[in-house]
């Protein structure tokens, strides 16, 4: 094995240690050369990979390096060191430090990306990765589980990294339990930019996990500090704490559709987080809280809205004796100094009493349990409208002390429960989402309530001091909230920009000439709009969709037919992973064997999108036929009319929990004569901290429909959490029933009207196959 | 109220501190003295109690003293200040010392004596009691329950204290945790002697309970470390550890009935203790383990021989998924450097395996999960005589690491388990139960694994270094080994002696003349013999028994006769607390409607005894009565007719658990004309930690019995754990079965002859009253 050394002058001077002179730097620009030096490397050894794409790169990195001399492994630039194709990178030993790769255009072959441990005879210490980027590097198929980040061993550190875009299943970060070496860990995920996860649909797609469902009296010291977490959509929970003694300090969570939680942990410490939420999401979470002694201090909220599980702040309600892997009675936490602006209902104590379900599951999933020895004090609620409802109680709050509460809710009074005091607080707006009191004028907050080791509060959320003068809320300064930016800087690597460019869309024009279409969605930029000129276009074979295309008719008025003349079992618009389409003003006509609209059948790595308006569909075998696996964000039908079709819209290929698309929506819409699954929309695996599935049925009519229909069931939504069905007319289905909601869930059912087509049942309970 | 001011020179110089002359000694007299005292206690103030006893002192002393200048709480003369009655002591504040008390002759009427709390708002912190006695301080109702002591807060202690004879419901010591006030506490249990505690037949009868089954999760870092333990047998464990990152370290078990065990607690280290056992009891237990990342080291066991969960070293199955106050499996474990010598089957894995009894438990009661990733490495078991078994697996033993353990099995092979390796190893016996490896001699113990983290065992039992040179076993330096003695001296108060002193038992003859026997009853000491010299005696009322009394015929040929004349309902020997009988050759006559023996209907504080050799009982309406909450630790029937019985031996009188006695014996008797209740043995609540109840019948024969038994069972045992029916001949009972066994526990028949008697049927499984 040829290894050639380099010494690079301006490498030494950037990465040498003044007292050393024996430092080598290896410049390697091959596998072989990589390993070659890896294999030799010394403490103190700098191994710097050449500049360009490394395809199939496994990166097996053991070495013995010390505090003061780590061996280095690094780019020649960094961020310019492509580690693409089947690659990953597992480390073990001490002090090694890996610095400015980028992990793209691949996956991981293994379990992980980025592993602290060869084997469990070979694991990493001290080690961290820095300056890296993870982007999109997700698994063909959704279903394989992997994490990107597996940390094992103790003091070992990612920092200053980006990671986005893992759609498949499995955390984005995991940090792992298996052995004495991996407890009281003291890991440091600091400084690193988490950049979007989309919706997964199902449970296992938190950002960060710490620990497991047996892990519950390990001690971690894990540090989750300094973090930027931006669109974490993958589950219900962002971070999922499974262990002791956890710190998760000045991160901000912007815009995520989950919360962190402290799901199996205690003692952790939750300081200085401000969670930016917004009107267009009612899914961004807060603060979640399960088991004991938790201090939850200086957070801020903004514009939180979700509900439930994903409130700005839930106190669970636990089970009692509960089962090691489900909720442990809240006791001895403490929510102190935190503030919420606009939030909706931030407050929502006993999350998860379910005692009406105590005939369906088993005792040992009841939560009746009430939050115990817990004190809520020194905080404010504020809110530039009125919020009816700042506080749900859905247990008891008798275990609850509230001490020394504001609100000042849009200068309502507000007294349903006392545990608030009313009061007019003046506000700054600093920014689009930061409110300051404003210092001098609020002499109601100055009244701070102390409970036991409450000293150790002794700073607020931007670091000024609460020694010398106090006062509720996150912000004890004016002057330093004042002069608080969100730096971005400080997040993920230097080199790496999260700034979108902001492309105008093209618009482009298709005619009929036999495969111009495919053409133009081909050249086309994810985006851009395609214009159809003609009338009449033939579609010979599937149109593949793999990013964002419009295709509209350029007249909505006289709209363009496309016939869809495929094989049979075909698709006209083949959906891929990343793809989105939105038809507008179309008639789309098929054959009964064929479908108008369906996802790869194998390797849908990550979700498809789809949104149908003022269009016909006719004529088709399925409308839409998801296959397991698949995801769909959004699917959005609007204004369109779907006739003489065998099947609508299935999704419905599922049995283990991960269903098939999150939001559906179905809005002045005419169904006419489909014979069976009309819509049909299914989750088979129940595991009741996935709280999705989302369908909304509104202002349509549904029309000689389901003849053919097996389970007598017209909207079948089997397991869905969310289902609205509003305003719409059903007339000569031969059907037993429209619909069968799911009563104790978000199903509801209003002013339909129903003639000649069964009714509507709703059934509060329903029975699950559980997962856990 | 009025406080008299004694300027006590010698105080002064014995308790001042050099560097402040503002301390001050308040010499108190009385209760308002002592009160008065307290309430104006200032830092560095020394309160002395004056000598003599101080009856119904409720002491609720609560001070700020500082660490330099604590507030001081002392006997005139240590040991010579008596609390008694109605007494307790509950501290509150800080830096408090409470010096030289001696309780006795009484009990608290609290839940506690030594409290670490006033209430809720005024806990202990940095308190200590010290050279302080509580002997037989125990509830009149051994029903009731009560702690001792009682821990809450930070950083308290207990030390150079002495406490015995608690035979009530409840712990000796318990450390609480409800409340963020009282986690990471730093608690020191130290240089503590902890005298006899009877068997309590029944749960919580612990020594020191660290924690409840809701504190899995609580950090606790009690420190438990150089206390002598004799005879500890309350229950199966004398140290029940419920929190985590406990430490166990110099203590002495001296002949203790029960277990070091880590019940709920995880992360505890075991270090260096003492296990003595001995031939005389089958229940002397060492260390049990449950739960995960205890670290077992340097312990050294001797004749050791309880069984399952008694095991010298038990390492138990789990419960999958466990609820909270169930078993958690056991993971992440290291036995490591401990040394059985001449134990029972020293080794059992997998204790509590109980697959079997999946059809009567609900599966959150089976223990089918093994240990995993657990280490049991460089140990030694040594036997002077074989043991056929030194390792039992009860279920499966792949998840445990076995590396470099000896065992030298009185020079036999072992060989059924591969996880010890046969050696001869040279001992040097020190003393009665230490034997140390001959250092030079025993090449075979150098070759020592090293796991990860070893480094940190870098002593052994007697403080010699592993650094230098290392070898397996507790034991690394035989010359440190030969200097160790038990020094007494070390533990409870330097003025409290526990050495009894031996009196030679006396011999007293009492006559037949109406009182006199009631007299020589009432002047006998404890353990003084009395000899009956004429043919016949009569009994008008009850003979109270409220010491050790051993009642005699003067010549064993010719038989003394008793006839109990006393009323209807009452007891010829009426059983007090700490009530031994011994009958020797005697004849006792009553009449239907009359006892022989009972306890007290109330208030039976303590156990009783009672043993019946060569005697004849006859014409009663019971035998034996026992009354809900007394028990009697044994019963004892030898060679003796009982005959034309209403009632036999009967103790059911229970249904919680208590049951009413641990060892009942019958041989070589004859049970004959015994109408129901031959003998009724019973426990109504069932606790599966709870081991006891033991009933062995052997060589005895049962003739014309049980002709009212409305059970149709002639020897019930319902819910007791060990049964031995052995060799007895049973003729021309009218009963349906002789005995119904449990064949899961420890029940067994052998060798019976039943002629026209019905049958012994072994019931494998039987469904109880869980009580947890």
New interface residues.
């Given amino acids: 094995m040829k290894v050639k050394l380099l010494i690079l002058g301006i490498t030494l001077l950037l990465f040498s240690c003044g007292e050393n002179s024996n430092l080598q730097n290896v410049y390697v620009r091959d596998i072989p050369e990589l390993q070659g030096a890896l294999n030799k490397a010394m403490p103190g050894d700098n191994i710097v990979m050449a500049n360009g794409v490394w395809k199939d790169v496994p990166i097996i990195f053991f070495g013995k390096g010390t505090k003061e001399q780590p061996i280095n492994l690094r780019a020649e630039t960094p961020g310019k060191v492509f580690i693409e194709g089947e690659s990953y990178l597992h480390l073990g030993g001490e002090h090694l430090i890996i610095d400015g790769l980028y992990f793209r255009n691949g996956y991981s072959p293994k379990n992980s990306i980025i592993r602290y441990m060869i084997s469990e005879d070979s694991i990493a210490f001290n080690c961290r990765v820095t300056n890296t980027v993870i982007e999109d590097f997700t698994k063909p198929n959704r279903l394989t589980n992997d994490r990107w980040v597996e940390f094992y061993g103790k003091h070992n550190q990612l920092d200053h990294s980006y990671l986005s875009g893992k759609s498949n299943d499995g955390e984005t970060v995991r940090v792992f339990f298996?052995?004495?070496?991996h407890?009281n860990n003291h890991h440091q995920i600091v400084n690193n930019y988490f950049g979007p996860r989309p919706r997964k649909g199902g449970p296992r797609a938190e950002t960060i996990r710490i620990g497991d469902?047996?892990t519950?009296?390990?001690?971690s010291f894990t540090n989750v500090s300094d973090n930027y977490f931006e669109a974490c959509n993958g589950e219900v929970e962002i971070i999922s704490d499974k262990t002791?003694?956890n710190t998760f300090k000045n991160n901000i969570f912007y815009k995520c559709e989950g919360s962190l939680v402290l799901r199996h942990g205690?003692?952790a410490t939750v300081d200085a987080n401000i969670f930016i939420g917004g009107d267009e999401s009612d899914f961004y979470g807060g603060i979640r809280i399960v088991?004991?002694?938790h201090w939850i201090t200086n957070n801020y909220f903004y514009k939180i809205k979700g509900k439930q599980f994903r409130s700005p702040l839930a106190i669970m309600n636990g089970i009692p004796?509960?089962?090691?892997?489900r909720y442990?009675?809240v006791s001895?936490v403490?929510v102190a100094y935190n503030t919420w602006i606009d939030c909706k209902s931030p407050w929502q104590i006993g999350v998860g009493q379910n005692l009406e379900s105590a005939d369906v599951l088993p005792p040992?999933e009841i939560r009746s349990a009430p939050p115990i020895?817990t004190i809520v004090a020194n905080n404010i609620i504020y809110n530039t409208k009125i919020d009816e409802t700042p506080v749900i109680n859905h247990s008891t709050m008798e275990g609850v002390l509230f001490k020394n509460n504001i609100i000042d809710n849009a200068s309502e009074d507000y007294s349903e429960y006392d545990v608030l005091q009313d009061g007019a607080i003046k506000m700054n707006k600093i920014n689009e989402w930061l409110y300051a009191p404003a210092d001098s004028e609020n002499k109601i907050m100055e009244d701070v309530y102390t409970g036991?080791?409450f000293a150790k509060i002794n700073h607020d959320i931007f670091g000024a001091s609460r020694t010398e003068k106090n006062s509720i809320g996150a912000i004890n300064q004016t002057a330093t909230a004042e002069k608080f930016k969100i730096d971005k800087k400080k997040y993920g690597p230097k080199w790496f920009s999260t700034e979108k460019i902001n492309i105008e869309p093209k618009i482009l024009t298709a005619s009929s000439a036999v495969g111009q279409l495919a053409e133009k969605i081909s050249e086309a930029a994810s985006g851009d709009i395609i214009e159809l000129s003609d009338a009449l276009y033939t579609l010979p074979s599937s149109l593949k969709i793999d990013k964002e295309i419009t295709l509209r008719s350029k007249d909505s008025k006289n709209r363009a037919e496309l016939v869809f003349t495929g094989m049979k079992d075909s698709v006209a618009f083949e959906m891929k992973p990343k793809g989105t389409i939105r038809l507008e003003s179309l008639i789309l006509k098929g054959e009964q064997s064929k479908y108008a609209f369906a996802p790869l059948k194998i390797n849908m790595a990550s979700a498809y999108n789809l949104y149908v308006e003022n269009c016909v569909i006719e004529d088709f075998g399925y409308v839409l036929r998801a296959y397991k696996g698949s995801f769909a964000d959004t699917i959005n039908f609007k204004k369109t009319i779907i006739k003489n079709c065998q099947n609508g819209i299935e999704l419905a290929a599922e049995d283990k929990g991960d269903y098939n698309a999150e939001m559906v929506s179905v809005d002045h819409c005419i169904f006419e004569n489909v014979q069976s699954n009309i819509i049909n929309f299914y989750r088979g695996g129940y595991d009741e901290s996935t709280i999705g599935g989302f369908l909304s049925v509104t202002n349509s009519t549904f029309t000689d429909s389901g003849k053919n229909e097996k389970n007598d069931i017209l909207i079948k939504t089997r397991g869905i959490i969310n289902v609205t069905i509003k305003n719409n007319t059903f007339k000569n289905n031969p059907v037993e029933l429209v619909a069968l909601l799911w009563g104790e869930k978000n199903n509801h059912h209003l002013n339909n009207t129903l003639t000649n087509s069964g009714k509507i049942k709703v059934e509060e309970q329903q029975k699950l196959k559980i997962l856990y």
């Fill in positions: 298996t052995g004495n070496e407890i469902s047996k519950r009296v390990s001690p002791n003694f205690s003692y088991n004991t002694g004796m509960t089962p090691l892997n442990l009675q001895d403490v040992s020895r036991y080791d």
